[in-house]
């Protein structure tokens, strides 16, 4: 099975868990059958692989989430970068020429697309799986896969279909419809837009031929910035005559909001909390390193992380974006190819950071313009090069870095150190990047292989 | 006027703004006339002051307080500091031994005792300051401040006066009676009790003597570990015969819990905090340096400090203790005689923590047996002295400090660094202080001049 998963979204729906660089489907949320908690993207990730251990997955994602997708999944992974973010039709077209031309997936191979975002039992990626025969008859040039709704809820799109067998040709589509509108389309049998379509490689390769002048991955890849920004329902299914639809049974769910997390959650705490014998429905997921005490607290939704806390009625933290769209929020928290980077403190002119890296890992070569660093080792070995110069790290050691020098760290072993930024003018973009020293361990953070 | 203002408790009641080192008097919770955060000892202070620019104020604190109190008042403040923490008469006979010895003033003048935590309208000291003349008339041994109570308040204690004279001789004491008890006894002209106390000196020592063996102050400290825990009610006031109260009209509270911290807030938020158009009657206090958004909140009283976070409903808000008691809180946070300590992660064999210190201060000359500690200058110019050589030091440089190492700080102009504790066994108490080395400016955390 060829598929690609969509990896977007800018995320300040799920704030304070999700920013600008830490999308929804990394935030760990819901726990596994061993109890261990995992985001979306590695849940969807296991269920696919669990159904079709063969299936040849392509993260296809902006240059913001490539290095949190590669340290929350296998290194082996493939991932397909956008230069730049543009809308689905762009994303999809640049992962399936990337398909073609650095994969080697032949034109007339089946390609599922997928949402790399919904909550979903097992048994829906074999369901996923059956598009790919039902693309192999060539009976519709696109296939989608549609949920028969659980009820009639507003904030979904539907997919009207000729008929109600298993699989039917597609009437037409429509888009967030009012509750009573939904109920009706119901009653006709139509079912809520899984995000899912399937096609020949060949097909959609036509189709972007047709509307955008490239010659293969490569060349895409460079004139990304460019392209026009076009959703692929507007630009391909929207135009589309030849349609089918396959109906799918099981629970599904769009995990896009406060509630829906809430709803979703099996536990009522996740974190350092404590709730007391007066607290009535109420949930709360703490990141920070510090207790929360619930007293007496009726349905309510809390969360808190270093990017802030967000305490809520239930009946109101749907509503969390245009207040966190007023903040002056700085991001204290990414994940790197290398592991995770949070912000303990910053004020003017300087900023500390805790760098935790993973065994094996290391920086890309880098220098700073306009501020000096230092490393103030706490925990594992590894070694740093300033300057072509090597030296192996260990806890309490310091190095300090003069803006200009190059550097990097190769964590040999599970490493922590506390970074100290000192500068008149501190910016997270007075980064520059050198070809990458293989020293240590292969570091690919963003950037696909051939590019 | 003579006035001892004790400073104790340890202060559970109003986590996480209060811990073990922090209690509520030295909380910034209220707002002056200026629109300046006071905490509760400042605001005594000022209040003092401004009825008697020459009151000669002792604060009569534990070691664990004497540095907040520094901070926060003025560096000429008197302050008598209690070897290790007993009840209030050990410490009340200790501050005045230290008014006789010390200070200088004579067994025949008034000694006017006060809790350092009321909160009280400028002229309830005016009324304190007429106790003076009133102990000179020696009509009584013993002369209290009744408050005319507002309520029934079951959390106080009441004096019950033989007549309703502006003075009175008190006929008993009640302690937190019943609503219904507390009722029948201000229908009988019973007052509340302030904890305000005036004697003459010799009065109380000559009660001392006769119960504590002690030639004088430095005898008494030094035996301070060897005295009996017991209360100046329990020990002086319920024994004596002699002893009027006088009536107090005006505004009074104890804002010893979360529900009067409330009450007595005059603004809804105070620090980073957003309240969208749904919440009602909801106030929150956010010491942390990341926003709060509250959404839909109702009846909500909520604090966030680097301790922790409370998110309470105002009806259960005052029973925090024993869930706070049975957490495992590390201090984050202490006001130090130099400025503030503020711990930014901790984690197994180190420790970041944020040094911030006023102009002009300097840390004791100390070791550590167990760790190593850096120091990275963020901010500001100072000097460092390791094993008595001293250095100048600004932003960007860096300081290693190895195990047994003497080293201090002189903080020339204000002056932020971040140092990290690296050892296997990280401990509060592995600090050996030396001979202060007076290079800078004069330090005394703790430690009364004679001691």
New interface residues.
Partial sequence: MNMILLSGGSGKRL??LSNDVRSKQFIHLFKNEDGIYESMIQRVYRQIMSVDKNAKITIATSKSQASAVKNQLHDTLSICVEPCRKDTFPAIVLAASYLKDIMGVMEDECIIVCPVDPYVEDNYYEAVKLLESLVAKKTANLTLMGIEPACPNEKYGYILPEDLGQVSRVKKFKEKPTAQLAESYIKQGALWNSGVFAFRLGYLLDKAHNMIEFSDYQDLYQKYETLESISFDYAVVEKEKSIQVMRYAGAWRDVGNWSMVAETMKELIKGNV?L?E?CVDTQVINE???????????D?F?A?S????????K???D??KP??EK?D?DI?FAEKSWGTYSV???????M?V?IEMQKEKQMKYHSHECR?E?W?I??GKGRVIIDDKEQTVR??D?I?IPSGCRHTIIADEEL?L?E?Q?GSNIKRNDKKVYGQKEIGYGSSEGIPALV
Avoid: E, H
């Avoid at 390193?289 to 007496?296: D, E």
């Avoid at 270093?306 to 009625?313: F, H, K, R, V, Y």
């Avoid at 303990?344 to 300087?350: E, H, K, N, R």
């Fill in positions: 704030w304070p404590v007391d007066k920070l390193n510090l207790p929360i005490l619930c007293m007496g607290c009726k309510m809390i808190a270093s990017d802030g806390i967000l305490i809520s009625n009946t109101c933290c509503n969390v207040f966190v903040m929020t204290t303990l403190d910053t004020q003017p002119g300087s500390t805790k000096n230092i103030n706490l925990f806890p309490g310091v300090t922590t506390i100290i000192v």
